[in-house]
């Protein structure tokens, strides 16, 4: 078809009266280069200075030439140009092409072996992030000055094959990122002129690392992460005296570190982390005077760390932690002129720590935690002033804390906390302008909280807890506007609470309890609207209790227990939903609160005997003893007779009214909801509540039930119930999932609400009764897309039908990645939660999972929750558990392969396969034919391998491989503009049988 491209652009030409001399100036070579152009994509605007009146191409962009008078083409280079179709076999017909750069374009899906065989001169080639898939191209290893050949970030599939050993002057191999299978093969020892060789990142049949790989003698770099190895790592790889470089990390390496690895004299960085090795650290890592980073974390080496490790002069970077380490931190780390980074946490390391740590080292983290080490802090550690975070928690040290980190102005992290420290805190400590979070509880330190923590603006937690602090917590702290936890329980503080505290807006858990403070507890807190937990229990506070308390809107601890709080239980508390409620023990008096009066607040209330309410116990003998004998018995004669009539009456009342009764309750039930509509709607709660009914569910989803509602009016609406969140309480870092859900609950409505997009499903309002909550969106008539596609109502949807669903989809995750801020990433990308209107326009729904990217170092924790569905979550998220944009697209990427072959994510068709995995390897195989869904109108063939192909590079598995959202609407719309233009010239020659990009 690329063949009447040519034609239709002299026709427009002729026209518009440019007359054309069909290009008789042009050399040959610049006449191949046109070829090659028209055979891709080439986006509007690129390229447009290749003009076929010009003599030589040489001027072109991306082309070069020999620097001789014959002006031959030696270079081309068109990376990163947003090309798309097939390999350009032209471009293999310029005799001296030396250099090819197709990086990072939408290129494939094979390499033409026949093409290949011709780019003889051919020394550099770059296919790297492209869209190729199927067997590497035997047909390479034939290019005699090959010297540079990078395939990585494709999906390239099959054993490295044999011919790969046989490459004459190749330096360079990179073949990371794709899926390759069959084992690293050691045939590759036989390449002597490699200097670089990776393998990263593929799913190789398990293996060992090849001892033939010691014989590459200019290997620099051997990059061989995530390559499914096993076995020991070969005492042969210490042959390679060049290597800079050596990266086994994440395989399953197994046994010691072979001696030789040390005698790596040239070696910079070594990775082996994440892998099963035993043994000790081998001696003569110091030696290596270029090594700059040491990363043998995570594995199980036990033994010493060797003395001469630090001796290595530029190591900067040491990790060993999560390993089984014993002895003593060696006196030679404190000799390290280089090392800034020095994990050593979660060992068994004990004895004291190198007296002069620090003063020669400029150190900037420390992390020694989760050992035995016992002796003091080290008094210099940060003497070079460089120092930002310093992590010894759970160890036995003893003594003070040093002086000198009071003028340690970097420090942003400091976890002290269970050791055996004791002395005061140095004054200055308490007010460093960067320190975030400062843990020191479970010590015994002693002195006040310094008035100088005004000076601690970006402190989010305190924790100070179990030591001996005395004094008042003075009101300097309601300066820290970060400040998230203050927990200072367990000391000997005293005074009132500073009512400067009161303002704290980021509050979420002051925890005060078991000190000596006094006074009134705090009214003016309105601004506590993010505090969860407040403890103030065993002080000596007086007064009432504020009624505010039940104005905060998240309170879901609440323990004022064991003070001298007077006057009744204000009746506000009702407001709150608490998981934990203890007011025991104080001198409250008066009616207990109605709801509160039951049997299962019963503990939250003892110990205050002027407390009245319905439970035995509470008011117990408090006016038993008043009246005589005589009045003791009318009283129960009266209370006998009142009883009889009231049953008496109890009963008609019960007839008379059991019709109505039901209908009562119902309604009262229904007051309590509250309905917040971000439309205009015309329904109101009772409307909807009316249609929930089993038969009118019409979907059920991992958050919950989804009803369809046919309004009084008319009006049909989808209603999602979520299901109940649980009310447990994670005991042991006090994170209350309860509130965790109901404040997700927000997020998501508040992040909906928001939304205005055509593609995304229009979130109408919300209704919360205490637990249950529902979401009502507006009605899509023909269903998810999944439901449709993937049963017998598939033939609804013809190819322009699936076209136009990839692209409203794709406008519609674009808008959530690109437009909204902060960017939203979806987590649940899939066919069943695109949904179709009576039009089949689709619509972006279910933000069930949804969460708002916060800024960076926030999210982490929130992301770990599981996201996804299966057959949809991307390959990364098995490593990282992050969850992003580049999940989600993806995700998208399958809902692509899905409309283009009609098949499922997950099929028993496909056995151990996924669906990219299957359409991947029968492309591969078979053909691409094979893949495509039989039911489509094959006069489309041309759209719809374009169509796959760009499923293909969202689906990719490297991350950065997959385009943007934007450009992916950008790249479907092309698909669609290319057919039409290339169907109009259609009617000029149809005899042309070149260059389909399918
Ligand atoms: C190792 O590197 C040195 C210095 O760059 C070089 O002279 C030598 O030839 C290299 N060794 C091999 C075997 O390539």
């Not at 398990?206 to 076995?231: F, T």
């Not at 308490?430 to 005004?454: C, F």
């Not at 599981?866 to 057959?871: D, E, H, K, P, T």
């Given at each position: ?9 002299l ?7 440019l ?12 006449l ?74 939408y ?68 073949l ?6 069959g ?5 590759l ?28 003698a ?61 043994g ?19 594995n ?13 002069p ?23 002129t ?13 004895g ?60 942003r ?121 407040l ?14 308390l ?82 003791y ?9 009142f ?35 971000f ?7 009772h409307?909807i ?13 991992a ?56 593609n995304?499903?229009k ?29 017998s ?5 013809d190819w322009?039908?699936r ?14 990645h ?8 979806h ?43 299966c ?5 990364e ?83 950065i ?30 005899t ?7």
């Amino acid at each position: 078809m690329a063949a009447f491209l040519p034609l239709f652009l002299l026709a427009v030409a002729a026209n518009a009266g440019l007359l054309v001399a069909p290009s008789h100036g042009l050399s040959q070579d610049g006449l191949h280069l046109l070829d090659a152009k028209r055979a891709l994509t080439v986006p509007a605007g690129a390229l447009e200075d290749w003009n076929p009146r010009d003599a030589t191409p040489c001027a072109w962009t991306g082309v070069s030439c020999d620097d001789d008078a014959t002006g031959a083409v030696t270079g081309v280079s068109l990376a990163n140009a947003n090309l798309v179709g097939p390999f350009p076999s032209a471009l293999c017909r310029i005799p001296r092409l030396a250099s090819l750069d197709l990086s990072t374009n939408y290129i494939g899906p094979d390499v033409p072996a026949k093409a290949v065989a011709g780019c003889k001169a051919l020394a550099t080639l770059d296919l790297s992030v492209n869209s190729f898939v199927g067997p590497l191209p035997d047909a390479l290893a034939g290019l005699p000055d090959l010297v540079y050949l990078s395939l990585e970030g494709n999906n390239f599939s099959g054993s490295i094959p044999d011919s790969f050993g046989t490459f004459r002057k190749l330096e360079s191999l990179s073949l990371v990122n794709n899926l390759l299978g069959g084992e690293v093969p050691a045939f590759l020892g036989a390449v002597a002129t490699l200097r670089e060789l990776n393998l990263s990142y593929n799913p190789f049949t398990p293996g060992p690392v090849p001892a033939e790989l010691g014989r590459l003698a200019a290997l620099r770099v051997l990059w061989l992460a995530s390559c499914n190895l096993v076995g020991s790592i070969p005492a042969s790889l210490g042959r390679l005296g060049n290597l800079t470089d050596l990266d086994l990390s994440t395989n399953a390496l197994t046994g010691p570190i072979p001696p030789e690895i040390a005698g790596l004299a040239s070696a910079v960085q070594i990775e082996l982390y994440n892998n099963s090795l035993s043994g000790p650290i081998p001696k003569g890592f110091g030696k290596l005077t270029e090594l700059r980073s040491m990363d043998v974390a995570m594995n199980r080496l036990d033994g010493a760390i060797p003395d001469d490790l630090f001796e290595a002069p530029k190591l900067e970077t040491l990790h060993l932690y999560s390993n089984a380490l014993t002895g003593a931190v060696p006196e030679s780390a404190a000799k390290a002129t280089s090392l800034a980074e020095l994990r050593l946490f979660a060992n068994r390391l004990n004895g004291t720590l190198p007296a002069d740590l620090g003063r020669n080292t400029p150190l900037v983290c420390l992390d020694v935690s989760d050992n035995s080490i016992s002796g003091e802090i080290p008094r210099g550690v940060c003497e070079r002033g460089e120092l930002e975070e310093l992590l010894m928690l759970n160890n036995a040290l003893i003594g003070s804390i040093p002086e000198g980190l009071g003028r340690c102005h970097r420090l942003r992290r400091v976890r002290l906390s269970k050791n055996r420290l004791d002395g005061d805190v140095p004054d200055a400590v308490w007010g460093l302008p960067h320190m975030a979070l400062l843990e020191l509880n479970d010590n015994q330190l002693t002195g006040e909280i310094s008035p100088v923590i005004a000076g601690a603006a970006n402190m989010s937690n305190l924790v100070i807890s179990n030591n001996r602090l005395t004094g008042s917590i003075p009101s300097e702290i309601g300066s820290l506007a970060k400040l998230y936890e203050l927990s200072a329980d367990g000391n000997m503080l005293s005074g009132p609470l500073p009512s400067s505290l009161g303002s704290l807006a980021e509050l979420g858990r002051l925890v005060l309890h078991n000190n000596s403070l006094s006074g009134q507890l705090l009214r003016g807190i309105h601004s506590w609207k993010k505090l969860s937990e407040l403890n103030l229990a065993d002080n000596g506070f007086t007064g009432a209790i504020p009624p505010e308390l039940g104005d905060l809107p998240v309170l879901n601890y609440l323990d004022l227990s064991g003070n001298r709080l007077t006057g009744q239980v204000p009746i506000q508390l009702e407001n709150l939903k608490l998981n934990q409620f203890n007011v025991s023990n104080n001198q409250l008096s008066g009616q207990l609160p109605p709801q509160y009066a039951t049997e299962a607040y019963r503990s939250s209330f003892l110990g205050n005997p002027g407390l009245c309410g319905d439970i035995a116990g509470l008011c117990s003998d408090s006016q038993g003893n008043a009246g005589n004998h005589s009045g003791y018995v009318w009283m129960i004669r009266s209370i006998f007779i009142f009883a009889a009539v009231v049953l008496v009456v109890g009963v008609a009342w019960f007839y008379w009214r059991y019709w109505s009764f039901n209908k009562a309750k119902l309604n009262a039930e229904r007051s309590k909801w509250t309905l917040t509509s971000f439309h205009k709607v015309s329904f109101s709660e009772h409307d909807i509540l009316d249609c929930l009914d089993e038969d009118n569910v019409i979907g059920s989803g991992a958050s919950g039930k989804v009803y369809k509602a046919v309004l009084g009016n008319g009006e049909v609406v989808a209603v999602k119930k979520l299901w109940g969140g649980s009310l447990k309480k994670d005991t042991e870092n006090g994170v209350d999932e309860g509130s965790a859900a109901d404040n997700s609950f927000d997020a998501e409505v508040r992040t909906l609400s928001k939304i205005r997009h055509k593609n995304i499903v229009k979130l109408l309002c919300c209704c919360t009764h205490d637990d249950s909550k529902l979401l009502v969106y507006e009605y899509m008539p023909n269903g998810s897309l999944g439901d449709v596609l993937h049963s017998s109502k598939a033939g609804l949807l013809d190819w322009s039908t699936r076209y136009k669903i990839a692209l409203d989809a794709a406008e519609g995750l674009s808008y959530l990645h690109q437009d909204c801020v902060p960017a939203i990433v979806h987590r649940d990308v899939k066919s069943n939660n695109i949904l179709l209107d009576a039009e089949f326009s689709a619509c972006v729904a279910d933000f069930g999972v949804a969460k708002v990217v916060e800024a960076a170092g926030r999210a982490p924790k929130s992301m770990s929750v599981i996201a996804g569905s299966c057959g949809y979550i991307a390959p990364e998220y098995a490593y990282t558990l992050r969850v992003n944009e580049k999940s989600d697209i993806y995700s998208f990427g399958v809902v692509l392969l899905e409309l283009v072959t009609g098949k499922p994510p997950v099929d028993p068709e496909f056995g151990e396969k996924d669906l990219v995995k299957w359409v991947c390897s029968t492309i591969d195989q078979k053909g691409v034919e094979h893949v495509l869904d039989s039911r489509l109108d094959m006069a489309f063939k041309e759209e719809i391998g374009r169509v796959l192909n760009i499923g293909l590079v969202c689906a990719s598995s490297l991350p950065i491989n997959r385009p943007a959202m934007r450009r992916v609407v950008k790249m479907l719309q092309e698909v669609r503009a290319e057919a039409r233009a290339k169907l109009e010239p259609y009617y000029y020659d149809d005899t042309s049988d070149q260059g389909s990009s399918v």
